[in-house]
């Protein structure tokens, strides 16, 4: 099958069960919750339409207009059933939610774009803190800034920016939520060359736990602005993103190149070869996946941002790895080839993923992922590549909480089930089969991928912020030391 939705990140995800809790019906003067320690718990009707009372976007419950919809995330395999969904249309919503989690010890979940690979973004009995219908972008066109709103996808954005031919580094697939990505780190097409998003962000607005609005950028809150760059959601709700913006094509050159897979050993080590000579305009995203008829392949995703004029000359010794199977490269547009991975709508496929930075794309590691794929064939499973280099590479690991740095790629492996459908179990034991045998080559590993509350081991967590995780600690404590914000790459207060 061939994948469509990935240009790869890495992650740790989970199958649909989750959470060992049971929906329990509401009854007409209460409702069954889950609290932040997992107990049960109940919450009165009055409080219930307390809250209601003081939203000005929705609040929904099972059963209601809309409830389905705002609990469905990107990876099927999650269809978790949240006791409460505010559904926020402004930071005012945002703190009146976090205020109730917070003093009913609600355990809650914060929603951007529905992208979570590890599905913690919804939660079973829990509240929902739904920031899809905040959806505004500004662009700042004299300033080349950018004010974001949380529920926006990046393919809005990338859209509203490159309307004034603007653009700044923000993933692969264009309905992927910008407020995740960012908080995460944030790889993309055009990161080589500008940095990870994170490295892009300016300033930001967050509800912290105690339901203050604070702003955090260089100059305000700068511990807190630090570690919003890569802490992944653990510090508050992000109400507001503003962005520096670079001049970007509107048009560009790239598009797919493929390659039969028999020849990947010998072609992987000239693509590495060719890679160390490329320009930082020059990103590639490899995946060993199948093509429409289930035939292995190695495809990559091409994006040059330099002068379209150059491409042709740029992408030549690409061209020349061997004789390509599929060679659609040629004049794009920024926006095209930001939606050139995009899935069918609603997402059909559950998946399950591991992943991890890796330094190099190393021989051994080459010859281990090619091993394993011919050693274990599935057709719906695939190791991709996600460059992690060039510019990104060189901001100080102590300059924002992404401690991994050094890493030049970001290696994910997954695989796909049809939902409903039985697949899930073989994808799983498929993925972590070649898990066991990649994770050695991995240094670190991206908050973004997830890890879940079923594969979250502590020193997993620690490897991605690195010599960071004091700091990360100590900030914890101080903005959100109950833990409020705990369904993410989770840094324990205590
Ligand atoms: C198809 C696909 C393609 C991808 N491609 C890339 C890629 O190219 N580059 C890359 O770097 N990553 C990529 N990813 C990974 C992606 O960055 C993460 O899944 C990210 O978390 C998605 O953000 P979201 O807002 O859509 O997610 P959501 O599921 O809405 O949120 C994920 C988590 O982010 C946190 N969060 C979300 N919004 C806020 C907020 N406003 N304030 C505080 N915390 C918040 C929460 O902890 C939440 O659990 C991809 C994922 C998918 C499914």
Known sequence: ???????????????????????????????????????????????????????????????????????????????????????????????????????????????????????????????????????????????????????????????EAQAFGLATTAGTASDTGVAGLTLGGGLGRIGPKFGLTIDNLSGADVVTADGRLLRASAHENPDLFWGLRGGGGNFGVVTSFEYRLHEVGPMLFGGELSYAFSGARALMRSFVDVMATAPDELCVNVDFDTDDKDVRRVAFDVCYCGPPARGETVLAPLRRLGTPLTDKLGPASYVSLQGAADPVKPNPYGGYFKGGLVRALTPSLIDTAIDYLEAAPLSSGWIGFQPSGGAAGRVAPQATAFWNRHATYDMLVGALWKVPGDGAERATEWTRAAWTKLESFTEGYYVNLGETQQDAHAHRIQAAYGGNYPRLVALKKRYDPTNLFRLNANIRPA
């Open 1 to 159: 099958m061939k994948r469509r939705t990935f240009c790869a990140a890495t992650v740790a995800a989970l199958t649909a069960a989750a959470l060992p809790y049971r929906r329990v019906v509401a009854a007409a003067a209460e409702l069954a919750a889950i609290g932040l320690d997992g107990r049960q718990l109940t919450l009165k009707s009055a409080e219930i339409e307390e809250l209601r009372a003081r939203l000005r976007g929705e609040l929904l419950l099972a059963g209601d207009a809309g409830y389905d919809d705002a609990r469905r995330l990107w990876n099927a395999a999650f269809n978790r059933k949240p006791a409460l969904i505010a559904r926020c249309s402004g930071a005012a919503d945002v703190i009146q939610a976090v205020d109730f989690a917070s003093a009913h010890g609600v355990l809650t979940a914060v929603r951007g774009g529905a992208h979570s690979l590890s599905g913690q973004s919804v939660c079973d009995g829990g509240l929902v803190i739904d920031l899809s219908p905040m959806r505004s972008v500004h662009i700042d066109t004299g300033a080349k800034l950018a004010r974001v709103e949380p529920g926006t996808l990046i393919g809005q954005f990338d859209r």
